[in-house]
């Protein structure tokens, strides 16, 4: 069994072991992206996308994507996947398909193993959904001579994903991009097009931009555009019309400034730069060319930037602008060092290095990540990142990432490592005294790095190896290393002291404690110990048994210690220091002896081994390649068996090294080297070792070898414009220095050391790196290493620049005469040979044996090759692009070559008017096409086009050069004329021109309005008016009027304006201007505009807005006490511009704030005053008041200030209000009393006066301080038979107030029943209870009654009488109210109390009428009803549109009426109001149904509406009636009536603003035509036809068959239409059926009032006492206001229809009920009745308030006929109207639930809600 139990212990240490040690084996590596994914990533929906990411590591890292948030990413089928080699592929979609959080958003690439975990940086991912798109040209015109610049504007939904890839010189000749351009065309890397050194013929030229969708590569060309080009005459001086303010570009790129300017003559360029001390002038070099108005920098660099200057100047003067470029170059992140291993407990420090071309960049915004989780800002200093006290949490992978402010980041990663940290002890074993017999387990916890190891000890000896001992250990997840023993019966051989030693190879640490087992003394087996020489030997006696009390050691029979160096310690080991092998060695005897004799002995043998010693040795200096060299490494001292070992940098002697080593004796090793060389070069070991140590020393030997190639050059070819690496790395002891040199001629000239600038790189390892490459890089390198050992080495190598073909311009453009032969060359450079193809249009390759016309030939340059095409007897078919492809071995190229072939003009096209003036056209046409012809000169005809009269052409000539264009002048305003053009050249003229008929522009109008008057309407609105200039002063229609108006008081010279359009006729004009400050002055003025521009402005007016109540409250109001019955109030007024008028005064209102049942009505007192301060007197004594301050004009009282609350000081009180004084025995007397009604402050205290009365003898009197909460007093001793007479008194702090009736008693034997309570009144809010007291002497009997009805106890559900007499009502409710009596009887006496007791309840709704509406308001009033025994405190208004959301309003208590503003016109608006108490809030009361004024618009007469003309028609869309809501729009259609009743319709508006008039043009003469139109406003819809007929041709009346088809057509629609007439049979038919059921169910209800009224509660019938007879109840019950502000209780109350407000409410009856809630004393519902009073013709006048009442009212209709500003013959025959309204308000729905019924004799409809 112990066998197998050691077999178990040995195989746990050894998987330990392993385990320990795998976290920190050297293949372990943290996870490093490959190929990390860009920052930004798009793609279209139609193709898809995909981000590659990679990571290598040891274990191999695991790649995973995750949301900006954290989250993982899933794959969703069919939209994204993640692939196995971390890719994740975002798939193609449908535009519908799109998701924001798939397809723009935020992912990250995570890499993790076991060593951390490193995060990417963030891709931000854009899907873009491909939409179709255009593009336009946008010229910027110029003079001839200049530059003209053509820019392509692209729509800016998709600016950032397109680009222009070329230019279209019309016909076929392409633009490509580039820095240098061909002389005449630049295309910039930009997008715009420079056209340079303008000429009069480049007008004709059309030029196209073509654009590519860089994600779909989609191609889209606009359409073709012109040139403008200014004809300037004599000097003038340059300006700069365009230039790149800001042009930023990356490093490596080309970068172009540009710079246009236009003067006359054409300008010349200078640039300059400004990023030194001062500005120097730019130059042109291999990377700048200056191209005029371009400066293009090629592979620009950091240097590059700043702030560059271009100067254009002529004779005229120059102008000049600054211009910036911005080079961003890229960064390189790095963290030092990458990899660190630092000490558990100690402090690792990371930095993170940003360079940009291997120098520092500045500070920059630095994140740390520690296994892809951002670190808190606290661990970062700048740059650095310190990490404090290393603990295993911290290591892993640390990553700095850095982020631009353009937004690009940039990160590197670092490995944190634990180095070495020695154990430390986590948890030990204690030290335990047992009995023989029970299992005993000793657990040792350890924590280091490397894990520790965990061997046990008993004794210092191993333990012993029996079944009983079991050891088991095992590493917890945080690395820490758990070991126990197990023993599973201890004995009495099994104590001792047990150590537990944790051992790593960075050190060691123990722990011991005695394991005590009771029992004889026992000494174990010592096995044999051996000690190293100079050490200390402790040896400890292996004794089990306990106690012990002594243990002694000997040795040669003599008890130890016996030497200095020996001793023997208090636990009975044995110390010896320092150990000697002569005199230690030997055996040593341990006895131990118990207190009761028993002892036990056992021996042990200890020997002593001395350690070895190395004497120094060292290798020589100076040793170089080829000499030998030898050491000694000899052992000085030390015991056998010694053994000599060699090792070099730390490893054993390689069999390659070449090294001999002989054994000279046991103690001495020869190391010899016959040959040394530089591997020989390092650290050398002698290791000695014996049983006792193992002793090393080492030395250095440094071989000195010269350098040697590691990567010798070599001769390298690179291509044009490519970057080469040229490498040369050499080695030698020391490390060899690396120069590179360039030969300045041939191979064997002079040669110039190469140094850093920018395209050319040294780097650290010797290589050499040149960027974009030119052919003044060719030639001959030489790289030399020196170390200072020899001469050096040294390697020439030529480099060849390989060039591709490539040519100076990439387009060209010739010219020639048909039948002529056309020349067409081009010059191309590059390495030979060069091949040249000629192609005619880019695939068409031509062949001179298979085309006559033609022969090529072709020469070789210094540069390169020059070729030539000859085309003979060209003619307009060998017009086109022709290319000129050059290649050779390196890559190939192209030249487009234009050739246009000229033939005798065309008739010029396109002839158009480019500029028409009222004394001048300015024409402009193009050639019939292209490169034609040669054109001499160009000849302009024009003439009137009077078709009443001809007029001969007149002709002016265009030529030197030929323009495309005329100025035409001298001719008249407003007048047709034709024109044409002939193109004249060497073969002849061309035909006209088509004919272009142009009409002269009138000008600007040259008078003023005139009669311009302005007049106040209110006070924000002024109304202005005036009258069009005259006739002959306007200069072309009227389109409208300019009004400005400014503040008179501003100063302030600038006039608002605000345009409105005229009737084109120059009728009369007015305009409302409203939003105006009140109460202010305005300067108003007036022009007129046509479309040339506005007139002069008329001569000014002035006009002031009406007053209007101050908008604001007085200001900083506040009060002060002056005493107990007076307030001072003082003030400031309202801000100047919120008076709104001249101040009359202020009203001061105040009320006290008391909490009675309910408060007099002229609690709330007001008073005036027009000073700032007022005292107000006749106060309540120590009350608080509520001040309320408004200031007020003319126009009547403004804004209230808030309440201000100001209480009123203290004064004495007033007397009590009552005292009793009863007799309690035939000694004492027992008084009580009530508190002040009037206590004018806080009672401090009470003061009772007592005197004793004999007849009329005073005897005594004395007075009695008491407690202010006490109102009794019992006064015992009292002289039987006597009289007391007794009054009381109260105090505040101001002093002693009235005395008390005085009341007196005689004492007396005989008590009789009386009561000491008070009754009265008491008020109790409802659901709480109420404690009635009746208090008596007498020992009396008790009786309480309700009213006349005697309450037994338990009587009432809610009461319980109480012992001491008192009467407990709880739950209370409004049915609880009322008299309480309480009556005492003893026999002796009786007595009687009342307590009036009042439950307040919350009040019940409010009585709710309307009183008047408007357009966009509604009058209500209110009556209050029961207000539940309580003041209200205030009410709640809630309204809401018809299907729109409920608003609520609070109002005052005070408030019986209120106005709502601001309303949608025609529309219905539900209204209901509740009230509150301090109890609660009544139920809201019923919903009214009321409808603002104002209908759908209506229809005006055809005649006012309609004016046509031949081919126009004049449509006075003012003369349509909006019926009281304000038109907002109209919608206006137009066919022509046919025989097809199918026609379309033309639509000319379907969103046309309010307006005069319009003109509907383009009508054929002496046709019948259909309108149709629609009128929108607020509250409906109105939609009507009109047919009417134009005029003839001469402007006659159209024959009499098409007026008469007209009016019976129109005949036809309206009756022909079955449609129509279906719905109005079936509506006629349902109003018929829907009177006769309302005026049956109304009959009804009729007779059902009266008993309805009966069924009254009680609360009901107290409200109604004031009520005389049922006439008046009645009356008061059909209640109705006419228009007024407030009611008033005198108001006259309607009799007749007449006097009834057309939007007047009544309530009709009030049924009887209980209500459903318990404390309600109204009825349970109440009707209520909208008596809508209509006129019978209500088609105008909606927006204004109802007319006073008349009698006469309903026997009279009002009819307006349209106003009509012309007075035209016989327009309604040539027009006819067919009407249809279509009302959409809300007021058309029909409920269920509401009933009309109508009254004939007044038009009275009433609506039951």
């Not at 019966?489 to 960075?506: I, L, Q, T, W």
């Not at 009393?1233 to 004395?1262: C, D, F, M, Q």
Request: charged share 20%; with cysteine; glycine share 8%.
């Amino acid at each position: 069994m112990w066998i197998s139990s050691r077999f178990f212990v040995i195989f746990l240490l050894l998987h330990l072991d392993t385990t320990c040690s795998e976290p920190f084996e050297a293949h372990l590596r943290g996870p490093g992206f490959v190929m990390e994914p860009p920052g930004r990533v798009e793609f279209s929906n139609s193709s898809g996308g995909w981000l590659d990411c990679s990571a290598s590591g040891s274990p191999q890292p695991t790649v995973d994507w995750v949301h900006a948030d954290g989250s993982a990413v899933t794959e969703i089928h069919g939209v994204r996947r993640v692939l196995r080699n971390g890719t994740l592929v975002l798939m193609p979609f449908a535009a519908a398909a799109y998701h924001q959080d798939v397809h723009n958003t935020i992912y990250r690439c995570i890499a993790s193993n076991s060593v951390g975990r490193i995060v990417s940086r963030d891709v931000q991912v854009r899907a873009v959904v491909a939409q179709a798109y255009k593009v336009d040209v946008e010229v910027l015109s110029a003079s001839r001579g200049c530059t003209a610049i053509l820019r392509c504007v692209v729509p800016t939904f998709v600016k950032e994903l397109v680009r222009v890839v070329s230019w279209v010189h019309e016909p076929a000749i392409y633009i490509y991009p580039s820095l240098q351009g061909d002389g005449k065309f630049h295309l910039l890397p930009t997008g715009e097009l420079l056209i340079h050194n303008l000429q009069e013929s480049d007008e004709s030229q059309s030029f196209r931009c073509r654009s590519m969708h860089r994600l779909t590569r989609q191609v889209v060309v606009s359409s073709p555009t012109r040139l403008r080009i200014n004809s300037h005459r004599g000097i003038i001086s340059p300006s700069v019309v365009e230039h790149t303010a800001h042009v930023q570009v990356s490093q490596d790129e080309g970068a172009v400034l540009l710079c246009v300017a236009q003067g006359c003559p054409s300008p010349e360029y200078s640039w300059y730069t400004h990023n030194g001390a001062g500005p120097l002038p730019v130059l042109s070099g291999p990377r700048v060319r200056l191209l005029g108005p371009i400066l293009a920098i090629e592979a620009v660099t950091g240097e590059d930037s700043g702030v560059y200057k271009c100067t254009a100047g002529n004779v005229g003067g120059e102008a000049s602008a600054e211009l910036r470029l911005t080079v961003a170059t890229p960064i390189q992140v790095e963290i030092s060092p990458n990899v660190l291993s630092v000490h558990m407990g100690g402090t690792a420090e990371f930095r993170c290095l940003v360079t940009s071309n291997g120098s520092p960049v500045g500070m920059q915004n630095i994140l740390w990540y520690k296994d892809g989780r951002q670190l808190p800002s606290s661990g970062r200093v700048e740059d650095t990142l310190v990490v404090p006290r290393v603990s295993r949490e911290n290591r892993g992978m640390y990553q700095c990432v850095v982020r631009r402010p353009e937004g690009d980041t940039f990160q590197a990663t670092a490995e944190l490592q634990l180095g070495d940290a020695p154990p430390v002890l986590l948890y030990s074993f204690i030290e335990q005294t047992l009995q023989p017999g029970p299992a005993v387990s000793l657990k040792c916890s350890a924590a280091g790095n490397p894990t520790p190891q965990i061997s046990w000890t008993l004794d210092g000896f191993p333990l012993p190896s029996n079944g009983r001992f079991m050891i088991g250990q095992y590493i917890t997840v945080h690395g820490d290393v758990i070991s126990h023993v197990n023993i599973s019966h201890v004995m009495v051989e099994d104590g001792g002291e047990y150590a537990c030693n944790a051992e790593n190879r960075a050190g060691r640490v123990q722990h011991a404690a005695r394991l005590n087992i009771y029992g004889l003394p026992y000494i174990r087996l010592i096995p044999k110990v051996t000690a190293v020489s100079g050490e200390t030997l402790n040896l400890k006696c292996p004794v089990a048994g306990y106690p012990i009390e002594e243990i002694h050691w000997e040795r040669g029979g003599r008890e130890l210690p016996d030497d200095i160096r020996q001793r023997v310690q208090p636990d009975g080991s044995l110390t010896i220091s320092p150990v000697q092998k002569n005199s230690d060695s030997g055996v040593y005897t341990c006895w131990a002896r118990n207190k009761q004799g028993h002892s036990a002995r056992r021996s042990g043998e200890v020997t002593v081994i001395v350690p070895p010693s190395i004497e120094p040795f060292a290798f020589q200096e100076g040793l170089a390649e080829g000499m030998r060299t030898r050491t000694v490494c000899g052992v000085s001292r030390g015991d056998p068996p010694l053994k000599l070992i060699w090792l070099k940098d730390g490893d054993p002697l390689p069999d390659l090294l070449g090294a001999n080593v002989t054994m000279l004796d046991q103690y001495s090793s020869l190391l010899s080297i016959p040959s040394l060389s530089a591997t020989h070069s390092g650290e050398y070991t002698c290791v000695a070792k014996n049983p006792a140590a193992e002793i090393k020393y080492t030395a250095l030997l440094q071989v000195k070898v010269p350098p040697r190639w590691i990567v010798e050059p070599v001769d390298a070819n690179v291509e044009r414009n490519r970057h080469i690496m040229l490498h040369c790395q050499a080695q030698g002891v020391p490390t060899p220095s690396i120069v590179w040199k360039k030969a300045t001629g041939s191979k064997s000239g002079e040669y110039e050391e190469v140094r850093e600038r920018p395209f050319t790189k040294l780097l650290g390892n010797g290589s050499l790196l040149l960027q974009h490459v030119k052919e003044d890089r060719e030639g001959f390198y030489l790289c030399q290493a020196n170390n200072g050992i020899g001469t050096g080495i040294g390697k020439v190598i030529q480099l060849k620049v390989n060039s591709s073909p490539y040519f100076s311009s990439t387009s060209r453009s010739v010219m020639v005469k048909k039948g002529d032969t056309a020349l067409l060359q081009c010059a191309v450079s590059g390495d030979k040979p060069i091949n040249i193809v000629w192609m005619r249009s880019g695939k068409n390759t031509l062949n001179p044996s298979t085309n006559y016309k033609i022969s090529v030939k072709q020469e070789a340059t210094p540069d390169g090759v020059s070729a030539e095409l000859q085309i003979r007897t060209v003619d307009a078919t060998d017009s086109g692009p022709y290319f000129c492809r050059a290649s050779n071995l390196y890559g190939n190229d192209q030249q487009l070559v234009q050739l246009q072939v000229q033939e005798p003009p065309l008739p010029p096209s396109v002839l158009e008017a480019a500029m028409i003036s009222s004394r001048s056209v300015n024409l402009k046409w193009q050639p019939k096409s292209l490169g034609t012809g040669d054109v001499t000169k160009y000849l302009v005809e024009f003439r009137e086009a009077d078709p009443l009269f001809v007029e001969q052409w007149q002709q002016i000539e265009v030529k030197d050069p030929p323009h495309f264009n005329a100025l035409i002048e001298n001719l008249k305003p407003a007048t047709r004329y034709a024109f044409r053009v002939i193109a004249e050249g060497s073969a002849g003229r061309s035909a006209p021109s088509q004919e272009l008929i142009v009409r002269t522009e009138p000008q600007r109008p040259a008078g003023p309005p005139l009669s311009l008057s302005a007049r106040p309407l209110s006070s924000t609105e002024l109304l202005i008016s005036w009258v069009a200039p005259l006739p002959e002063l306007r200069h072309g229609d009227i389109q409208g009027y300019n009004v400005g108006y400014k503040l008179s008081s501003s100063g302030n010279t600038v006039y608002n304006f605000t345009s409105i359009s005229g009737d084109g006729d120059g009728g009369n004009g007015e305009l409302l201007l409203s939003g105006l400050a009140k109460f202010a002055r305005y300067t108003v003025v007036v022009q007129a505009f046509n479309q040339v521009g506005p007139g002069p402005l008329s001569e000014p007016t002035a006009a002031q807005t009406m007053e209007d109540v101050p908008s604001r409250p007085p200001e900083d109001v506040r009060c002060a006490a002056l005493s107990s019955q007076s307030l001072q109030v003082s003030w400031q007024p309202p801000p100047i511009y919120h008076t709104n008028g001249l101040l009359q005064g202020y009203k001061l209102i105040f009320e006290p704030i008391i909490d009675d049942i309910q408060p007099s009505k002229d609690e709330v007192e007001s008073r005036k005053t027009t000073a700032l301060t007022m005292v107000l007197t006749g106060l309540r004594k120590y009350t608080n008041y509520s001040i309320q301050v408004l200031a007020h004009t003319r126009m009547g009282d403004g804004a209230v200030s808030k309440p201000l609350f100001c209480h009123s000081e203290e004064d004495v009180p007033e007397a009590p209000a009552d005292i009793k004084v009863v007799s309690s025995s035939s000694q004492s007397l027992y008084i009580s009393w009530l508190a002040p009604t009037e206590p004018n402050g806080v009672i401090t205290k009470y003061s009772l006066y007592t005197r004793v009365v004999n007849g009329r003898e005073e005897l005594n009197n004395e007075k009695r301080s008491l407690p202010s909460q006490q109102a009794y007093y019992e006064a015992k001793g009292l002289h039987p038979h006597m009289e007391y007479q007794f009054w009381v008194t109260a105090s505040t702090r101001v002093g002693e107030g009235k005395s008390s009736r005085v009341s007196s008693q005689i004492t007396t034997n005989r008590v009789p029943a009386r009561i000491i309570s008070f009754g009265g009144p008491v008020v109790r809010p409802w659901r709480s209870t109420v404690t009635l007291p009746c208090t008596a002497v007498g020992k009396p009997k008790r009786e309480w009654f309700k009213g006349d009805v005697a309450l037994r106890q338990g009587g009432l559900h809610n009461s319980q009488m109480l012992d001491s007499g008192d009467l407990i009502i709880s739950s209370l409710q409004l049915a609880d109210g009322g008299n309480y009596s309480c009556q005492v009887d003893n026999g002796i006496g009786t007595d009687r109390l009342t307590h009036t007791l009042l439950v307040q309840v919350p009040p019940t709704s409010p009585t709710l009428y309307v009183t008047s509406a408007t357009s966009s308001s509604i009058l209500m009033h209110w009556k209050c009803g029961f207000t539940g025994n309580a003041p209200i405190t205030g009410y709640t208004l809630f309204y809401r549109r018809t299907n729109g959301n409920t608003d609520e309003m609070q109002l005052s208590r005070h408030a019986s009426s209120h106005e709502l503003k601001g309303l949608v016109c025609g529309s219905t608006y539900q209204i209901h109001m509740s009230a509150q108490n301090k109890v609660g809030t009544s139920p809201t009361s019923t919903t009214l149904h009321v409808r603002t004024q104002g209908q759908s618009p209506g229809h005006p007469a055809s005649t006012a509406l309609l004016a046509p003309n031949s081919t126009s028609l004049l449509v006075r869309l003012h003369s349509w009636p909006d019926n009281g809501c304000p038109l907002l729009y109209f919608v206006l259609q137009y066919r022509a009536v046919t025989e097809d009743p199918d026609a379309e319709w033309v639509l000319v508006s379907n969103a046309l603003k309010p307006q005069r008039r319009i003109m509907v043009n383009n009508l054929r003469p002496s046709t019948l035509y259909q309108l149709r139109m629609e009128a929108h406003n607020v509250a409906g819809i109105s939609q009507a036809d009109f047919s009417f007929v134009t005029l003839t041709k001469d402007g006659d009346p159209p024959p009499p068959e098409i007026m008469h088809r007209g009016h019976s057509g129109h005949t036809t629609v309206i009756l022909g239409n079955i449609n129509l007439l279906i719905p109005s049979v079936a509506a006629v038919s349902g109003l018929i059926c829907t009177i006769i059921m309302v005026v049956v169910c109304y009959r009804h209800m009729l007779k059902n009032a009266q008993p309805l009224a009966e069924q009254a509660n009680h609360i009901q019938k107290e409200s109604l006492d004031n009520r005389a007879n049922s006439e008046a109840a009645q009356r008061e019950r059909y209640y109705a206001t006419i228009h007024k502000v407030s009611m008033q209780n005198n108001d006259k109350i309607p009799e007749t229809s007449e006097d009834i407000s057309p939007y007047a409410t009544f309530q009709l009856s009030e049924a009887g009920g209980n209500m459903s809630q318990p404390h309600h004393g109204g009825p349970a519902n109440t009707l209520l009745h909208s008596f809508m009073y209509h006129e019978r013709a209500l088609a105008e006048g909606c927006s204004s308030p109802p007319p006073a009442a008349s009698k006469n009212r309903r026997r009279h209709s009002r009819k307006t006929e349209p106003e009509s500003e012309e007075s035209e013959s016989d327009q309604d025959q040539l027009t006819s109207s067919r009407t249809e309204s279509s009302n959409q308000h809300e007021g058309k729905i029909k409920h269920n639930s509401r009933l009309i019924q109508h009254f004939p004799n007044h038009n009275i409809s009433i609506t039951y809600l």
